[in-house]
């Protein structure tokens, strides 16, 4: 009912808007790496990636903007894609679409030179599921609170619906989900502002209906990063909770969940190379299997010349998807975006 209510409401406005011509645009970039696996055999250490992003945009005559973007995938297919209406009624930027998720956006902000300590080295479970899934997004500014990123997925069953169509019982057994994250610059505080100028606290929360089984246990995700930067040097350290709830329709299944550490400090040697150091702790609490505490730590650099990016990261993790092992990796990479 709500989202219908906000549909009837933006269709009035858009009704009574005029559209100018527009732009498109088309960005991407691809990359080349090299990846030796220290302690498994590497086999073919080469890999790559490639991505295409089409964007236009417009502007209406009461003030509002109207954006698309349509990404593309590695086999060059249709991706993820986004209509983004800005300035609505001058306060807030509404967008439908699959792509974009606010709390998987933030999964981990500290600062690197070139990939988080987890990128490459380890098993990880990343908070924010809502990216690929089709959902409504708000964003808006609070006076002193800051930025504030909304999306709900009305249900998050994995299906791109066409046009004039809907997903109907396509993996019926999960529910809706929303996301919510806030971005707060502390210099910007009252009385206090003044003496914590370049820190940010950036904080997120994911609730999702993952089983529709009466008593199952929503799945949720909260995470706070408070990051700072003060000339070339910058600093952060995160905490992340995921929960994967519980599924069962009796207190007999314990619901899994991770307790994760993110640390991450980077030096800009000048404006084009810049050396970082991220360690990334992770411990799983799982009833029915080993719990060891993972750690990841590495170090990257990364070295820009104009459209083109070179970056190295030297990681290495103990007790790898937390169990007894390691997993030491050296990544070579180079990027050229256009």
Do not use: C
């Amino acid at each position: 009912m709500k989202i219908t209510k906000i549909l009837v409401a933006l269709s009035f406005l858009f009704a009574v808007s005029t559209a100018n011509a527009g732009e498109l645009s088309v960005t991407g970039s691809i990359q080349a790496t090299y990846q030796s696996e220290v302690d498994r055999t590497s086999g073919n250490p080469l890999g790559m990636d490639r991505e295409l992003t089409f964007s236009g945009s417009t502007e209406l005559e009461n003030g509002m903007t109207v954006s698309v973007m349509q990404d593309t995938n590695d086999d060059l297919g249709f991706g993820n894609s986004l209509i983004t209406f800005g300035n609505v009624g001058g306060l807030v930027d509404i967008n439908v679409g699959s792509d974009g998720s606010p709390v998987d956006a933030i999964d981990d902000i500290t600062p690197n030179a070139f990939e988080e300590a987890n990128a490459t080295s380890g098993s990880y479970n990343d908070i924010g599921d809502a990216a690929s899934d089709t959902g409504i997004g708000f964003k808006f500014s609070v006076p002193v609170l800051g930025a504030v990123n909304y999306k709900y997925v009305p249900k998050m069953d994995g299906n791109k619906n066409e046009d004039k169509e809907a997903s109907g019982d396509t993996n019926a057994g999960v529910g809706d989900m929303y996301e919510v994250t806030i971005k707060t610059a502390l210099g910007d505080l009252p009385v206090v502002g003044s003496y914590l100028d370049g820190a940010t606290l950036t904080t997120g929360f994911a609730e999702h209906d993952q089983s529709t089984v009466a008593n199952a246990d929503d799945a949720f995700d909260v995470t706070a990063a408070l990051t700072y930067s003060n000339g070339p040097i910058s600093l952060g350290v995160q905490k992340k909770l995921h929960n994967e709830g519980e599924a069962g329709t009796t207190a007999a299944t314990d619901a899994i969940f991770y307790k994760d550490t993110v640390i991450g400090i980077a030096y800009a040697i000048n404006d084009d190379l810049s050396i970082s150091y991220n360690t990334y702790e992770s411990q799983r609490h799982n009833s029915d299997a080993a719990n060891l505490r993972q750690e990841s730590d590495a170090i990257s650099i990364g070295y820009a010349i104009g459209g083109m990016t070179i970056g190295f990261q030297d990681a290495s993790t103990d007790n790898k998807s937390w169990a007894s092992g390691k997993d030491d990796t050296r990544t070579v990479s180079v990027k050229v975006a256009f």
